[in-house]
């Protein structure tokens, strides 16, 4: 059974613990600050949304400011920041919607 | 001869495509012997955002996610409303002013239930659905206002405030 990791939330840098690779999805203006579209990270099994939120806002402060009108999701639903993730999760953070 | 009361079989049609919206296909697939109404919504490409002039929109969807939410919505409405059937097509890509960014048509026996299903229909739609557009301007281009999906409750206890 996987444990979780005692790592920090910041730390995407797993000594001991099992590690879980998961893809990411940047979209709108996510996408040009990051600069990409889609992107694939290894991180602690059972790591939540958030942290993997920080990695990306660490590198891109920009990022960080546009937190609070954010929603994540997990394959394909939306998913509270403090969601475990697990590998072969994908995970998309979604700026407000403007379809229509 | 006995009138059948057995609605279609078909299933609601719910696409999101790059080519121009067939109106009249998605009107003539929800509408049957046994309606008695079909509600439209035509959400078309305004030429003016915030008192500037428009020149086009870009619409951009996390497509596999747009699809699963709007199927959510046809579900929804199926059960929430007395209708027969729903069609709900969402453009992406480059749109001009004028165009159509998104059609909904609903077919009911009695029309409340199209009127009321439509309206729910798209004002979901545009609360839930992972699409964007990207306003173009002749000075610059701005993604448009949107709103925050609802997003579920944080299991996790808050840190305290201090």
Known sequence: MARHSSAGYNSL????SQTARVKVLFFGRLKEIVGQAEDSVELPDGAPIEALFSHYGASHPELARFRASLVASRNQEFAAWSTPL????????LPPVSGG | MRLSMT?????DLLAL?????????LIGHVRAAEDGAVVTFDGCV?????????????YEAYESMALAKIREIAQ????????????IAHRLGRLEIGETSVFIAVSSAHRP???DACRFAIDTLKRTV??????????????????KPPAPLETRTAKPAS
């Open chain 2, 7 to 11: 609605k279609s079989s078909q299933p």
């Open chain 2, 17 to 25: 495509v790059r080519d121009p919206i067939d109106q009249a296909a």
């Open chain 1, 86 to 93: 697990h590998s072969g999760d994908e995970v998309a953070f």
């Open chain 2, 130 to 147: 992972p699409i964007w557009k990207k306003e173009y301007f002749e000075d610059g281009a701005v993604w448009a206002d949107g709103e």
């Open chain 2, 113 to 115: 239930a199209a009127f």
């Open chain 1, 13 to 16: 840098v797993s000594l001991s």
């Open chain 2, 76 to 87: 929804q409405i199926h059960e929430k409303f007395a209708i027969h059937q729903v069609a």
């Open chain 2, 46 to 58: 305004r030429n003016h955002s915030h008192g500037r002039r428009t020149l086009y929109l870009d």
